[in-house]
C-alpha cells in the first residue's frame, strides 16, 4: 500500500524536516531521518522501530551517506521516497565569504544532496518507481538579496542539479519534484542555521541591514506555515500521476517567483535585437 512506503528524509531533527517526519509516522508511512545527532532525532521521536529509523549523519561524508541508504534498506527492505531537505544559511556578501564558508556551504546543501542522490537513485532507477523532493529555496530562483550570496548560489545549483535529475529520471518512471519554500515559520533564522561570515565588512551596509532585518523582524513572524508545507509534500506523492516538476510554496515565493518572470520577460523584449544578433 502507498501509506506503507519507506521515505529518507535529511535533515530531520527540525523545522521542515521534523514537521515532515513527524506527519509521515503519524499517517502510517516507514521513515528513516538522519541529523548530524542521532539524540535530535530520538529525542522529539522516539527511538528505532519497525517504523522508524534515526541516523546520524554527515551529508559530506559520501561513504557515510552510503552506509546510510543500505541500512534503510535492510531495515525497511525497500524505498520510496528521498527528501533532501537538510541545509543551512550562510550570510554574508560575496566579498566578505570566505573560501572555507563558501565550500562548506556547498558541501552540505549541493554535495550533500549529490550524495544521497548517488547511493539512492540505484534502488529508485532498478524498481522503476519513486519520487526524489529537492527541497531549495525561494532563493534558488532569486538571488537579489544582499548578504545570501553563497547561500542563493548553492541553491541556484540545487535548481539546475534538480531540472536535469528530472529530465535524466524520466525514462525510468521516478518522479522529481524541485520545492522553493519562501519563508516558513522555523529555526531557519536562528543562529543555529543562519551563519554569520567571520570577516564582515562595514562597508555593505545593505547586507547588515538585511541581516538586522531577517534577526529581528523576519524571525518568528514568517508567514509559512511548516505543517500546510509538510502535508502538501505529502499530497503530492500521494495524489499519483504525473508530479510537478517546480513547487513554489508560500505565497512570497509566488510573489517573488512572479516578479523574477516579468523582469526576464522585459528584459528579453528590450534586447530581442541584441540577443538574436549574434546568430551565424
Known sequence: ?????????????????????KQLLKRGYRVAATSRSVSDLT????????????????????????????????HFGSLQVVVNNAGYGQFGTVEETSDEEARRNFDVNVFGVLNVLRAALPLL?????????????????????????IYCATKFALSGLTE?????LSPFGVKVTLVYPGYFRTSFLNASSMVQPKHPIAAYEAARASQQQHE????????????????????????????????FLGSDAVSLAEAKQAQVQRAIAEQRPISVSTDF
Open 1 to 21: 500500500m502507498q501509506n506503507n512506503a519507506v521515505w529518507f528524509v535529511t535533515g530531520a531533527s527540525k523545522g521542515i524536516g521534523l514537521v515532515l517526519v
Open 43 to 74: 529525542e522529539p521521536l522516539g527511538t528505532k522501530s519497525d517504523s522508524f529509523l534515526p541516523l546520524e549523519l554527515e551529508l559530506s561524508d559520501e561513504g557515510a551517506v552510503a552506509r546510510a541508504i543500505r541500512a534503510t534498506h535492510e
Open 125 to 149: 532507477r532498478e524498481q522503476g518507481a519513486g519520487h526524489v523532493f529537492n527541497v531549495s529555496s525561494i532563493g534558488g530562483y532569486v538571488g537579489a538579496f544582499s548578504g545570501w550570496g
Open 164 to 168: 536535469a535529475l528530472h529530465a535524466d
Open 216 to 247: 529581528q523582524a523576519i524571525n518568528g513572524n514568517q508567514p509559512g506555515d511548516p505543517e500546510r508545507l509538510s502535508q502538501v509534500l505529502i499530497d503530492v506523492y500521494e495524489r499519483g500521476g504525473e508530479a510537478p516538476l517546480h513547487l
